[in-house]
């Protein structure tokens, strides 16, 4: 058989195994509802969808409960927990009558999405003269309500602390993201409490509800959220080669939410690396009702079925590798048979040049903004520049309540 046979009969079964292999079209359709991605440092937008439209937050409701909260009492404060505080579903396990550390129901609240950890938050903060049995949380929920309105969440109303449904309990996810931000920048406790995967403490060992941790290359953390009337929410945080970003998703499914979380934050460091030539943004395709699966009002949990669907798209991606790698392995078999076939090779080869070796993209460790590390490992940080907080008003040192 010829040279020029060979060779044709080798490209040709390559292109074979190509086409069998091909790899499907990458899956860049959004199913959350509203969505936003932000650079966290500048707070720039990188992506939008229906980001203004009020929606219910479910537990996502407990970053704006977090950062009032912090704001305005130290972490080794005692706080004790009532009857009245364990208001079900989603729960840290508190009972009535237990006192435990504010540190540690702000990672009940933040990693188990804990109901109960939010109202004994909310009424020892509420509680007058020491009276918590008979403190109502809102007086709380109010000084939350200003609070976060102060510091640009204009579009949000909360009605409760924790994030179960209630007539006129709304938020935006430009709301979320910019006081996830402000907790990010300069309350160096509320990162530590979404950085940690577990928690142990005062009797209690607390785990993340986040579907993406542990999986996600350079995740910070990130918060969780369920109802019937909310769907599938999740506020994300991650870092990479010193960019940190931020992205919220409101509205998404069972199935879908963890991937929805995965391609925002792709598309987020893509569009800070080449902004010139980021890929296009995702497409959206908001679900139906009858595609919410909800375990119980408030009830978060990790869905592990996300990754398998991950795992699975990647797939395709291996046997396309497998492809392009078959090509040149035939067209040398066909070449180095010819070549022991001619009678002259010498004369009839050329020196060809080596390709050049491709460089591998070195990884750059991504420092934290404004000096926090990740993991957060402690609650030491510098405030954040003069220029990002100029126009943040500070609160009270301890608000009244209406003592």
């Given at each position: 058989?010829?040279?020029?046979?060979?060779?044709?009969?080798?490209?040709?079964?390559?292109?074979?195994?190509?086409?069998?292999?091909?790899?499907?079209?990458?899956?860049?359709t959004?199913?959350?509802?509203?969505?936003?991605?932000?650079?966290?440092?500048?707070?720039?937008?990188?992506?939008q969808?229906?980001?203004?439209t009020?929606?219910?937050?479910?537990?996502?409701?407990?970053?704006?409960?977090?950062?009032?909260?912090?704001?305005?009492?130290?972490?080794?404060?005692?706080?004790?927990?009532?009857?009245?505080?364990?208001?079900?579903?989603?729960?840290?396990?508190?009972?009535?009558?237990?006192?435990?550390?504010?540190?540690?129901?702000?990672?009940?609240?933040?990693?188990?999405?804990?109901?109960?950890?939010?109202m004994?938050?909310?009424?020892?903060?509420?509680?007058?003269?020491?009276?918590?049995?008979?403190?109502?949380v809102?007086?709380?929920?109010?000084?939350?309500?200003?609070?976060?309105?102060?510091?640009g969440?204009?579009?949000?109303?909360?009605?409760?602390?924790?994030?179960?449904?209630?007539?006129?309990?709304?938020?935006?996810?430009?709301?979320?993201?910019?006081?996830?931000?402000?907790?990010?920048?300069?309350?160096?406790?509320?990162?530590?409490?979404?950085?940690?995967?577990?928690?142990?403490?005062?009797?209690?060992?607390?785990?993340?509800?986040?579907?993406?941790?542990?999986?996600?290359?350079?995740?910070?953390?990130?918060?969780t959220?369920?109802?019937?009337?909310?769907?599938?929410?999740?506020?994300?945080?991650a870092?990479r080669?010193?960019?940190?970003?931020?992205?919220?998703?409101?509205?998404?499914?069972?199935?879908?939410?963890?991937?929805?979380?995965?391609?925002?934050?792709?598309?987020g460091?893509?569009?800070?690396?080449?902004?010139?030539?980021?890929?296009?943004?995702?497409?959206?395709?908001?679900?139906?009702?009858?595609?919410?699966?909800?375990?119980?009002?408030?009830f978060?949990?990790?869905?592990?079925?996300a990754?398998?669907?991950r795992?699975?798209?990647?797939?395709?991606?291996?046997?396309?590798?497998m492809?392009?790698?078959?090509?040149?392995?035939?067209?040398?078999?066909?070449?180095?048979?010819?070549?022991?076939?001619?009678?002259?090779?010498?004369?009839?080869?050329?020196?060809?040049?080596k390709p050049?070796?491709?460089?591998?993209?070195?990884?750059?460790?991504?420092?934290?903004?404004?000096?926090?590390?990740?993991?957060?490992?402690?609650?030491?940080?510098p405030?954040?520049?003069?220029?990002?907080?100029?126009?943040?008003?500070?609160?009270?040192?301890?608000p009244?309540?209406?003592?």
């Amino acid at each position: 058989m010829s040279r020029l046979a060979l060779m044709m009969v080798a490209a040709i079964a390559g292109m074979m195994l190509a086409i069998v292999a091909q790899p499907a079209t990458a899956n860049t359709t959004l199913v959350a509802r509203n969505a936003i991605v932000i650079d966290a440092e500048t707070g720039a937008v990188l992506y939008q969808h229906d980001a203004d439209t009020q929606v219910p937050p479910a537990s996502l409701t407990k970053i704006f409960t977090a950062i009032a909260a912090i704001e305005i009492t130290p972490l080794d404060r005692q706080m004790t927990a009532t009857s009245g505080d364990l208001v079900g579903e989603a729960s840290m396990g508190l009972v009535a009558g237990e006192s435990d550390s504010f540190q540690t129901l702000l990672s009940g609240m933040l990693l188990s999405s804990g109901n109960d950890a939010a109202m004994t938050i909310a009424r020892n903060l509420a509680a007058t003269d020491g009276q918590v049995d008979s403190a109502s949380v809102s007086p709380f929920v109010d000084y939350t309500n200003a609070r976060i309105a102060e510091l640009g969440a204009t579009s949000t109303h909360l009605v409760n602390p924790h994030g179960l449904d209630a007539d006129g309990h709304v938020t935006t996810a430009r709301d979320l993201a910019t006081i996830t931000r402000y907790g990010l920048l300069s309350l160096p406790a509320f990162g530590q409490a979404l950085n940690q995967t577990t928690y142990t403490g005062d009797g209690h060992t607390l785990f993340t509800t986040n579907p993406l941790s542990g999986t996600y290359p350079g995740l910070i953390g990130g918060k969780t959220g369920i109802t019937d009337n909310a769907g599938y929410c999740l506020v994300e945080i991650a870092q990479r080669s010193g960019k940190t970003i931020i992205a919220v998703l409101l509205g998404s499914t069972a199935g879908g939410w963890a991937a929805d979380a995965s391609m925002l934050l792709d598309y987020g460091f893509t569009a800070l690396a080449t902004p010139a030539q980021a890929a296009p943004p995702p497409s959206n395709a908001a679900a139906s009702g009858a595609e919410l699966t909800v375990v119980g009002n408030g009830f978060d949990q990790v869905v592990s079925s996300a990754t398998v669907e991950r795992q699975k798209s990647r797939t395709p991606g291996a046997w396309a590798a497998m492809a392009l790698a078959a090509v040149p392995c035939l067209l040398l078999i066909g070449f180095i048979v010819n070549r022991a076939s001619d009678p002259q090779p010498t004369a009839r080869r050329r020196k060809r040049s080596k390709p050049a070796a491709i460089r591998q993209p070195q990884s750059v460790p991504a420092p934290a903004p404004y000096g926090m590390t990740a993991p957060f490992a402690t609650f030491e940080a510098p405030p954040p520049p003069a220029r990002q907080r100029r126009h943040v008003p500070e609160p009270s040192a301890v608000p009244s309540f209406g003592d």
